[in-house]
């Protein structure tokens, strides 16, 4: 008897990598080199505090001018107008520049102070759709809500932040504490409709966008499973959003709920909503004949189609950084967990593009963006409980995962998802529920070890 | 039993050795000796980062004690004195951004410090008010009306001709409360670093933040490039080019104080200071990792950035007038310029790319 404790140790040992021996783990990740080149032809081997801010690096001396000359839009801050440069900020807006909500062309972070100008800010509806289909606008609010003013002007609102705290236990007796936020207002320059249902959002990064533009419809829509015929729990579904450009519905591919068509549309919405600036797709103000507002009879465009199809070719065309340490054990068992948790399931690896028009560098690209760009249900404690198209309470698009692991070196931060609510890597995957959660369960299955492992992978690519 | 025992013993060991191997194996502990560059990376971010940062922060202090006597006693040489602290503070903040990564870029501080255009309509809206203007005022408005550029609107106004009996009281109030908030954001800034992010730099390799001292390096040359890619294809491109080709004088960042020649060469100073490892005091910089590898390139180099620097120091006159009137000198600095950003991608970054 003495000696049993010896061979349940003995047993313990054996088990605590039982993974390794379950299954077979490649010596290493198949499609090693494609996987490296991230983004395909445009890729950057970058390993620096700058990896998220460089061209493509197939890029023809053509599209580079154009993306060089997006490049300075990017950085503009606006200001109230008349002025001689970069006039028509607000009257409502939530930051001054593309570039603070995206600093480095990279992710905000979640803000210490709620309502400092950051890349946080939370869009707003009612019940019911509005022309198109699409999110019903708050009388007296319009789509989003801005807590800043041009001198003179009262916001909008104030946001309020509270949390919950949310336990999450591992199958080894771990437990990690997720912080769940509850958002509201406060200040509002009229009283807030009662029925009025908020969504918070974060800046994301932009490098890459162009290459998830060309994947193709008939992609995309082969992996649409409404129904969930194949049983696997997860359906997903593409967004059908209304294209100002075309005036026609089209698949959603930007925004945190796929609500934009295209980069040139998902862009001059963030000069409308975020900084107040029409231009010709948007032409009249977010805030036009609000009493803190702008009038309702415009002048000509604050920003010009040129400088539309400027920032429209910048963000196409940013490289993605390489994936790095690829030969890591860790990172090779990582790839497998990967796959074995069934993370692939949405987060679908490779894709390849189709062709943008006037733009070689991005068409016809092997990409590992590692995402599906369709909608799928997150569960309730993600849930923003606002429609936006066919994107229900529940459901937030894939997002692509290529470059994440670089956050912190360039970023300064580990922010994840739509509000930047998980305070790192691991979070991000804990707050995974709905038709993520037998993924998110594996994860919990998981020893120390191989939880690092699958971390470090997703660090990885 | 007693042999059994001692049996079960070994092959417990054994299995557990092996189980620990087998585990162990999958960390990532670089087994080959690498060449060390802990002494270029100490010299680089202690001597020059943090010691630019550092002056940065005591030259905001003296320009608030400048405009703080200024508006105690409003004399035409306490307003010199104002000016000429306001052009001291700059230099440090123009040598500093040859390394726009780390918390001057991760918490805000260039937006808050460098915003630029200055607001011109909040900012006389505001004066013009009769708001409490101090410290705090400052930290919660938007960065168009903080910061350099508000400072300098105010000291030199739009036309850079600003008289003594031009000053308000409000913008006397307003000018303390920004320098006070310049004070504070830059002081900050040295703090983030001596406190924090100096050793993350230095430790390259074994935190979480850079993998290796390769990507601290890396990250270093990448810094070089964007500031020479900044000053040549942005700085001076605009201004000078940016009117379908013609001048366009609304684009000058510091057109009030007519600080431009010497914004940029404190620009290219900055790359100086960073490959060369000298700022107070010199030591180990990128250059001396260079020089290894091919000591022409170095020389190369050095020349390049002095060429630089004297012809933009050899533009006549001020930049606003430069580039109407003196456009080939104005482009011959640009030129230099660009050499010197040529020199950092095609050469500089594939050696550091390699070692």
Known sequence: MKKTPLFILLALFICSCSKDDANDIPTSIPDKEARLYAGGKTTIFANTSFSFDNPATNLNAANLAIHLAGDMQFEQAFV??????????????????????????????????????????????????????????????????????????????KFTITYQDLPVHFKDGTTVILKKPIYGVTDTYIPMPSNAMFSPRIGPPVYGLGLLEAITEADLLKKEDLLDSDEDEISGKANRVWDPVSKTHKIGRFGWKGGAPSVMVQSAGAYHGDMGLTSPLFPNEADAGQTNGSPLEQAAPEISQEILDQIEVYCQTLAVPAARNLDDPAVVLGFQLFEDANCIACHTPKHITGVIKGIPAISNQTIYPYTDLLLHDMGDDLADNRPEFLADGNEWQTRPLWGIGLTNLVNGHTNFLHDGRARNLEEAILWHGGEAKKSQEYYLDLNKKERAALLAFLAAI | MKNYNSLAKIAFLTVLSIQLISCEDDDPTPVVAEISYSEHLKNITDNVIVETYTDLANKAGILLNEVTDFKANRTVSNYDEAKQAWRDSRAPWEQSEGFLFGPVDTDGVDPAIDAWPVNEVDLNNVLASSDVLNESYIESAIDEIKGFHTIEYLLWSVDGNKQLEDFTDREFDYLIAATENLKNRTQQLAD????????????????????????????????????????????????????????????????????????????????????????????????????????????????????????IDNIPGTFTTAIVSNRAQVTNAQNKVLAVLDLLESQIAPVIKKI
């Open chain 1, 80 to 157: 109230t107008a008349p002025a001689v440069i970069n006039p028509g900020l607000g009257a409502q807006f939530n930051n001054t520049s593309c570039i603070s909500c995206h600093p480095k062309d990279g992710r905000a972070g979640f803000p210490n102070d709620i309502n400092t100008r950051s890349g946080f800010f939370l869009r707003t509806s009612i019940p019911g759709t509005d022309a198109h289909g699409g999110p019903n606008p708050t009388p007296g609010f319009g789509g989003q809500l801005q807590n800043h003013a041009i001198y003179g002007k009262q916001a909008e609102v």
């Open chain 2, 192 to 311: 983030a670093w001596t406190s924090s992010y100096a050793n993350i730099l230095k430790t390259a390799g074994n935190n979480s933040v850079f993998v290796s001292q390769k990507s601290a390096l890396e990250t270093l040359v990448a810094g070089l490039i964007a500031i020479a890619d900044e000053v040549g294809t942005g700085k001076i491109e605009d201004p000078l080019n940016g009117n379908s080709g013609s001048a366009d004088q609304t684009k000058e960042e510091s057109r009030f104080s007519h600080n431009s020649k010497t914004d940029f060469s404190n620009n290219i100073k900055s790359i100086s200071n960073i490959y060369n490892g000298t700022y107070f005091v010199d030591g180990k910089g990128l250059s001396d990792i260079i020089k290894v590898d091919n000591s022409d390139l170095d020389a190369e180099f050095n020349q390049a950035l002095i060429d630089a620097i004297q012809a």
